[in-house]
């Protein structure tokens, strides 16, 4: 049975179409070396009168319609627009690869055929000039290869220069769709630039140090672009060392210690120093399997993000997250996605097994500090940031922390805790602050965005947000809560634990993109008239009147208290004492300080 014969309403659908469209047609299937074709006539009017004839034979491909019919002028050649077809005569139409899908049909290959060439009739008879329409170069055996590709992950050491052939070490982390190799090289005694480079190489940084165990082994050659245009289409194992030796890219007795008496599977072949082709090889078959070659080239990482004046100004921001949590995890994820290049991570705790249902970190990580596990987490995202981690909590701010953080752009506070220390420390040093919280069992969350001189400070903003709820309906329906002691058995329910990671990660990409707007930003008092508090709701609870409902409030009118004392410093103390600055410093040293020493 042929496999059209198995697309019988295929094709039934393909006849009604055609006899819709033209009611008087030529229109016919016929079957030419085991392929089926349709060939017809297309007739085209002109200025003068009467029309053109455009006899066309066009070819099913074995998976249609998923997969695209050619079209072929029949008779004509290249008579008619050369400039839109193949070396084979084939039409390279707009209908193709761009827009094609399983829904259309051989109609809409003819009318798209039928607009090319009256495209084409119109240039003929006014002179109109070059016709635009789609062109494309018909892709080769080797182009049509590279499109199923397997991904070729260099290692940093190089090939040497005097040799076409030799052997890699490869392992293979996802089963064959990614080999990553390294090439054997004649070194007795690896120098010390030798060993550093391969300890500093990015690659390492996101594929680990597996291929240094891995007892695989492959062969790379080196070939010429001719020749991988050839090899592609070898698939007979003994045909392919035979052209390798007839193109004196490879000796026979080389294929014999290299490929065959290892049994060797993988066969790479380089040209210029790029991977370009995989072959795959099957002795029990003697046969060879094709792929492309996809190589990983780092520098592209932000090569996608739109607007190449911004990158560069975030990947020069520091930022320091305090709490590398189920929210914490996920904002410096995101800001390195963002372009953030140096970040600096706080926590004293572990990742431990239930932590991961939640974390941006994965069971690999698990018993590693937080700030570890996130720093490996981040480095395999983009290998050449920077990441300092602080392994202690945070219930004051000591030096050694200080004098690390006090030089970000931006401090978040991702523990909804101690907003009151970092409150005051990012006042003095005059560094904007986020503060994320996620309400209890996760039924929404809040942001608080701090900008020393812009805004309150913390306790002023969070005071006033705080008198501004309780006049909101439901203030008093706050969702009740139950504290379970997980390290004792007890019978009953157990409620969902707060912070879920889908509610969590809501609050964290809000808070991303509010920090993201400090940083990109060129003048900070914008953010005087910006909404620097944002209320998130999953579920209709406390104030939250609909389901995933965002609340803005305006901060425009929010001032300092009078007697803040982190807005307003020492100033606020000699007010409220009614002493000069030296009065109480006197006092401090005669008084307290004395007694200290004492």
């Not at 101690?418 to 420390?425: P, S, T």
Request: charged share 25%; net charge negative; hydrophobic share 35%.
């Amino acid at each position: 049975m042929k496999w059209w014969e198995d697309k019988k309403h295929i094709f039934a659908r393909e006849k009604i179409r055609l006899n819709i469209q033209w009611e008087s047609n030529d229109f016919e299937f016929f079957i030419r070396k085991e392929l089926l074709w349709l060939s017809g006539t297309i007739y085209l009017p002109t200025k003068i009168g009467g029309s053109i004839k455009f006899p066309f034979e066009l070819k099913y491909p074995q998976n249609y319609p998923f997969s695209i019919p050619y079209i072929y002028p029949k008779g004509r050649e290249k008579d008619w627009v050369g400039n839109h077809q193949f070396i084979s005569t084939a039409f390279c139409l707009d209908i193709r690869d761009k827009t094609w899908n399983s829904s259309l049909s051989a109609v809409d290959i003819i009318k798209s055929l039928e607009k090319l060439l009256l495209a084409a009739i119109d240039m003929i008879e006014n002179k109109t000039g070059k016709l635009d329409v789609y062109e494309e170069v018909e892709p080769t055996k080797l182009d049509i290869t590279k499109r199923i590709i397997r991904c070729i992950v260099p290692f940093p050491l190089p090939l040497p220069k005097d040799s076409t052939i030799g052997k890699f070490d490869y392992f293979s982390p996802m089963g064959e769709s990614r080999i990553i190799v390294s090439p054997i090289l004649p070194v007795e005694k690896p120098n010390e630039d030798y060993l550093k480079k391969i300890i500093e190489s990015e690659y390492l940084k996101i594929w680990g140090i597996n291929l240094f165990f891995s007892k695989n082994v492959g062969t790379w050659i080196k070939a010429s672009q001719n020749h991988l245009n050839t090899i592609v289409f070898i698939e007979d194992l003994n045909k392919f060392v035979e052209f390798l030796n007839n193109q004196q890219i490879l000796t026979v007795k080389e294929a014999q210690e290299k490929i065959e008496k290892d049994k060797t599977e993988h066969v790479v072949f380089i040209t210029d120093n790029k991977a370009e082709l995989y072959a795959k090889i099957n002795h029990k078959d003697s046969k060879v399997e094709y792929f492309g070659c996809y190589n990983p080239d780092l520098t592209q990482l932000n090569s996608r993000t739109p607007d190449f004046k911004k990158t560069t100004l975030i990947s020069k921001k520091k930022v320091a997250i305090i709490g590398c949590g189920s929210s914490g995890s996920v904002i410096a994820e995101e800001f390195v996605k963002s372009g953030i290049s140096e970040l600096t991570l706080i926590d004293d705790d572990y990742l431990t097994v239930e932590n991961v249902i939640r974390h941006t970190c994965g069971l690999e990580d698990v018993g590693l500090k937080k700030t570890q596990a996130l720093k490996n987490k981040l480095q395999r995202i983009n290998p050449f940031i920077k990441v300092d981690c602080i392994e202690t909590k945070i219930i004051t701010i000591p030096s050694h922390v200080s004098e690390i953080i006090k030089s970000a752009d931006i401090i978040v506070n991702a523990t909804a805790e101690i907003e009151e220390v970092i409150n005051e420390f990012c006042w003095l040093y005059k560094i904007p602050s986020l503060h994320s919280k996620v309400y209890p069992l996760g039924y929404g969350g809040e942001i608080i965005r701090i900008i020393p001189d812009i805004t309150p400070c913390f306790e002023c903003v969070n005071n006033k947000l705080s008198r501004i709820l309780e006049t909101q309906d439901g203030f008093n329906d706050t969702p009740e809560t139950k504290f379970i002691d997980y390290n004792e058995t007890e019978e009953g329910e157990i409620l969902p634990t707060p912070a879920l990671s889908i509610d969590a990660k809501y609050i964290s990409l809000f808070t991303v993109k509010m920090a993201l707007e400090i940083l990109l930003s060129e003048n900070l008092e914008v953010f005087k008239s910006k909404p620097n508090i944002i209320l998130w709701g999953n579920e209709k609870k406390w104030i939250f009147k609909e389901e995933f409902e965002c609340i803005k409030v305006d901060t425009t009118g929010f001032k300092s208290y009078s007697n803040c004392f982190v807005c307003f410093g020492n100033e606020q103390i000699e007010n409220e004492l009614g002493l000069t600055e030296q009065e109480i410093l006197n006092f401090a040293n005669d008084s307290i300080l004395k007694n200290d020493e004492d």
